[in-house]
């Protein structure tokens, strides 16, 4: 089954404590890309890659880090997390120039 | 810059009533459109899009026409479900792949 899988879905931390989420894409997508969605924001890029390697920042990339060192995974780093990125969090993939987003199920961060 | 505009929610109607969701978008040239649809606790998931002027996309009953005139991407459904109840995203792509999205607008239906 085609899908984008995100973990954890749901934590809760402590400001300043490093954590990750992770993301995995099994359909071979060139592009992959973070969004948090915020109430009255809508969705809000943080960061996105078109391959293997090239990572480039979106709209809101500030206290974030990705890597994509493997095509499939797309890994979001906060490595000292603030109350402010409390918000859930979505890894898409997609084929190059279509548009056509895969998303994964969400994960809702909560920093305390 | 270009953006994308959808009209506040959220959207309440009866089963079985006709659905107008309004989106318009500025862009320097001439995007890709798209309708995305949360269903509660789920991701985005894409509904329909359209790549040119005068493109009609469809999908589950849903149809949306892509008018150059009026910079709009208006959703609609002749028959809403239940089921449909959910936040609808339009959004725009452009020379990237980037997309924009708008604030969603969120349809409930009650039977």
């Known amino acids: 089954e085609a899908q984008v899988t995100q973990n954890p879905r749901y934590l809760i931390t402590v400001t300043g404590k490093k954590l990750t989420v992770t993301c995995s894409q099994n359909m071979n997508h060139e592009y992959m890309s973070w969004y948090r969605q915020d109430p009255g924001l809508g969705l809000r890029q943080i960061y996105y890659?078109?391959?293997?390697?090239?990572?480039d920042k979106g709209d809101v990339p500030e206290g974030y880090k990705v890597s994509r060192k493997e095509k499939r995974n797309f890994p979001l780093i906060l490595e000292s997390p603030s109350p402010n990125q409390t918000s859930l969090y979505f890894c898409?993939?997609?084929?190059?120039?279509?548009?056509?987003?895969?998303f994964g199920e969400g994960s809702r961060l909560t920093v305390l | 810059g270009d953006s994308v505009t959808q009209m506040e929610g959220p959207v309440t109607l009866s089963e079985e009533a006709f659905l107008t969701i309004n989106c318009t978008y500025t862009a320097t040239g001439y995007p890709s459109l798209f309708w995305y649809v949360q269903y509660p606790g789920e991701g985005l998931q894409l509904l329909l899009k359209a790549t040119k002027a005068d493109d009609k996309g469809s999908n589950k009953g849903f149809e949306a026409t892509y008018r150059k005139e009026t910079t709009s991407f208006h959703l609609e459904k002749g028959s809403v479900q239940v089921s449909d109840s959910a936040v609808y995203f339009c959004a725009l792509r452009y020379n990237t792949d980037k997309l924009i999205f708008g604030t969603g607008t969120r349809l409930q239906v009650f039977p």
């Open positions: 898409a993939s997609a084929p190059l120039g279509t548009g056509e987003l895969f």
């Open positions: 890659s078109m391959n293997v390697e090239v990572t």
